[in-house]
C-alpha cells in the first residue's frame, strides 16, 4: 500500500517574498476583477508588479479569479445572502424582486434626477443594513467630494488616485489602505461603467450583502441623470469657474477608456486663463480615432469658442466617413472661416487601427507625440510636419504618416502646457520631463501612465500653470 502524500495548496512552498508578491497580486485582483473589462495590464500596475512577474504567478486572468476562490473557500469566507430590515422600506420598490438589486430605468424613469444620488444612498443602506456615503471626483481629481449620505462622513477625501472626475482603476488598491488609515471602520464599493471608476461607496463596517450590484447600476444612472441636473457637476466644483472653463470642460470625453487592443486616458490641468486645450477620442468601426489640439488666439473665450469650433468639425467629419486627410482638411476650413488670422490650431489628429498594429497621424503647428516602447526606448513621435491648422492663405494638403506599435507600446501626446511647464530653479519641462514621468511607470497602463506625468508636472514648480497642460496617452495592450 503507497504513502499518502500530503496536499499541497495553491501557492504553498512560495519563498517569502514570492508569498508577499503573489498577496500583493490577489489583493488588487479583488478591487479591479468586480470590472469584468479589467485586464491583466492594469492588475500588473494596481498590484506593482511587472507584466512578467504577473504572468510566472498567474497564467491569465481566469487562473486569477480561482486562487481568490481557493483563498476564500479556505477561509470560510461566503457572500451573506441576508438582507437586513430598516424601518424605512420605501426605496425597495426600485429593485426588482428576482434579479437585479436596483435597475437602472427603474431609478430613471420614478426618482427626479437632482434626487438620485439620496436615492442610490438609501438604496444601499437598505440592502448594507449600515450607514453609506456616496463620493464623487471634483473636476481636477484632487479630491473626493461626498455627493449623498450621513454628515458622519468626511464631507471630503484627498487625493484619489484620478484623471480629471474619475478615479484610475489601478490606483484603487493603495488608495483603501490610505482610506482605511482615515475611516478604519468603513469599506468602499467603486462604482463602475465601462471600465471607468466614478465614484465611491463607502459604507460603515461590512455590509451585510454586497454592494456591487448598486454601485454598477447607480453609476450607469449617475451618468445619464447628468444631462438632466446640474446636481453631480455643481457638487464637483469646488470654487466657481468661468463661462470659458465650463465650455472646455465639457467638450472632453471620459478620461479613461478601452478600446481594441489598446487603453486610452487623457488629461487636462487647467490654467489660470484658459487657453483652448482639448482632446478627443472614440472607437469607430474603422479605427479609434484620437485628437489633441490646442488654440492659439490668446486664451479665454475666444481660445474656448475656436476649440469648441474645431473640435465640432472635427467630430462631424468623422461622423461623415471621412479620413485622416480629409478630416484634417475640414478642421483647417472652419478655422480660416471664422476669419481671423491670428486664429490657428496646432494639433495631433490619429487613428489605431489594432488588427494591423498600426497608428496612423497627421501633426500640425509642431504639436508634440513621444513613442515609450516597451523596451525602454523614448523617442519623438516624428513624421511629416504640416503648418497649424488655419495658418497662411491657402489650404494645407496633408500627408499621413504611420509606424506599428507592439505590445506594452505607449503613445504620448501633449500640448505646450507641459513641455513648456516652467521648472522652480529655471528651465522648462520638456521632452525629458515627460520622458523621466512615463519611465517613473515602466509597465504602466494608459491612465497610470497619464497620472505620473500630470503629477510630474504639478509638482515641478509652486507657481500656477502658465498654459494649460494637455495629453493623451495610448497603450497598447
Known amino acids: ?260 487592443g489598446a487603453q486610452l486616458a487623457g488629461g487636462l490641468l487647467p490654467s489660470y486663463e484658459v487657453g483652448g486645450d482639448w482632446f478627443d477620442f472614440v472607437e469607430n468601426r474603422d479605427a479609434a480615432w484620437i485628437a489633441i489640439a490646442e488654440a492659439a488666439t490668446g486664451g479665454g473665450p475666444h481660445a474656448a469658442g475656436l476649440g469648441a469650433a474645431a473640435l465640432g468639425a472635427l467630430r462631424a467629419a468623422r461622423r461623415a466617413g471621412q479620413d485622416l486627410p480629409e478630416a484634417a482638411a475640414s478642421v483647417d476650413a472652419l478655422v480660416r472661416e471664422l476669419g481671423k488670422s491670428s486664429y490657428t490650431l496646432r494639433a495631433v489628429l490619429a487613428r489605431w487601427h489594432a488588427p494591423t498594429g498600426t497608428l496612423a497621424w497627421i501633426a500640425c503647428g509642431g504639436a508634440e507625440g513621444f513613442i515609450a516602447e516597451a523596451a525602454g526606448a523614448f523617442a519623438p513621435l516624428g513624421g511629416r510636419e504640416h503648418r497649424a491648422l488655419g495658418e497662411g492663405k491657402r489650404a494645407s494638403s496633408f500627408e499621413v504618416s504611420s509606424l506599428r506599435l507592439e505590445t506594452g507600446d505607449r503613445l504620448v501626446l501633449v500640448t505646450d502646457g507641459i513641455t513648456g511647464r516652467h521648472l522652480r530653479g529655471g528651465g522648462t519641462f520638456g521632452a525629458e520631463g515627460v520622458e523621466a514621468a512615463v519611465a517613473a511607470v515602466p509597465s504602466g497602463t494608459a491612465a497610470t501612465t497619464a497620472m505620473s506625468i500630470q503629477h510630474a508636472v504639478a509638482e515641478s514648480w509652486a507657481e500656477p500653470l502658465e498654459d494649460d497642460a494637455t495629453l493623451v496617452v495610448l497603450s497598447v495592450d
Not at 470560510?76 to 429593485?95: N, W
Not at 484620478?162 to 468603513?186: K, N, Q, S, T
Not at 450607469?220 to 470642460?249: C, I, M
Open 1 to 260: 500500500m503507497g504513502t499518502s502524500q500530503p496536499i499541497v495548496h495553491e501557492g504553498e512552498g512560495l519563498r517569502s517574498d514570492a508569498r508577499a508578491t503573489r498577496a500583493k497580486i490577489i489583493a488588487a485582483a479583488r478591487t479591479l476583477l468586480d470590472d469584468r473589462r479589467a485586464s491583466m495590464v492594469q492588475l500588473a500596475a494596481a498590484a506593482g508588479v511587472g507584466r512578467a512577474t504577473l504572468y510566472r504567478h498567474f497564467g491569465d486572468r481566469a487562473a486569477v479569479l480561482a486562487a481568490i476562490e481557493a483563498e476564500d473557500a479556505a477561509s470560510g469566507a461566503a457572500p451573506s445572502e441576508v438582507i437586513a430590515t430598516l424601518p424605512h422600506r420605501a426605496p425597495g420598490r426600485l429593485g426588482s424582486p428576482h434579479a437585479l438589486t436596483l435597475e437602472v430605468t427603474h431609478i430613471l424613469d420614478e426618482v427626479p434626477p437632482h434626487l438620485i444620488a439620496d436615492q442610490l444612498v438609501a438604496e444601499a443602506r437598505r440592502v448594507a443594513g449600515v450607514a453609506i456615503g456616496l463620493y464623487v471626483v471634483d473636476i481636477d481629481g484632487s479630491q473626493l467630494v461626498r455627493l449623498a449620505g450621513s454628515e458622519d462622513f468626511p464631507a471630503e477625501l484627498e487625493a484619489p488616485p484620478a484623471l480629471g472626475p474619475e478615479i484610475v482603476p489601478e490606483g484603487l488598491p493603495e488608495f483603501y489602505m490610505r482610506l482605511r488609515e482615515i475611516l478604519p471602520r468603513c469599506e468602499a464599493t467603486p462604482l463602475w461603467l465601462r471600465g471607468r471608476v466614478l465614484g465611491l461607496l463607502v459604507a460603515v463596517g461590512t455590509p451585510v450583502a454586497s454592494l456591487e450590484d448598486i454601485a454598477k447600476q447607480g453609476a450607469a444612472a449617475l451618468e445619464l441623470a447628468d444631462d438632466y441636473t446640474d446636481l453631480v457637476e455643481s457638487a464637483r466644483r469646488r470654487k466657481p469657474t468661468t463661462a470659458s472653463a465650463e465650455v472646455q470642460y465639457h467638450l472632453l470625453p471620459p478620461r479613461i477608456a478601452r478600446v481594441t
